[in-house]
Nanobody, 115 residues
Framework: QVQYVASGGGFVQPGGSLRLSCAVS????????LGWYRQAPGNQRELVAR???????NYADSVEGRFTISRDKAKNMIYLQINSLYPEDTAVYSC?????????WGQGTQITVSS
């Protein structure tokens, strides 16, 4: 069974940075486009960044220029470097296949941006 375990979230002030990590297991890591999703309270989950098997990345307009996704095939990990955080980035961040996610979602990581 596929498992996704995200980590690296926390409480940060506006303008701060974080680096999220997601460990992927139970699947052929290199076969899929993977992505980072986020869900804020009361909102639907949204795809904010994705990276293809060959390393091509794509971002939602709301995070373009501030988020950078990467993957390490040797470690079965994907990462999300987040800079210039805004309060509206507050959400639970999770990883999954993209652009279509397949349950189970696994463990997400909370980011709270507040002064």
């Amino acid at each position: 069974q596929v498992q996704y375990v995200a980590s690296g979230g926390g409480f940060v002030q506006p303008g701060g940075s974080l680096r999220l990590s997601c460990a992927v297991s139970g699947t052929t890591f290199s076969s899929y486009t993977l992505g980072w999703y986020r869900q804020a309270p009361g909102n639907q989950r949204e795809l904010v960044a994705r990276i293809t098997r060959s390393g091509i990345s794509n971002y939602a307009d709301s995070v373009e220029g501030r988020f950078t996704i990467s993957r390490d095939k040797a470690k079965n990990m994907i990462y999300l470097q987040i800079n210039s955080l805004y309060p509206e980035d507050t959400a639970v961040y999770s990883c999954n296949t993209a652009p279509t996610a397949v349950p189970p979602w696994g463990q997400g990581t909370q980011i709270t941006v507040s002064s």
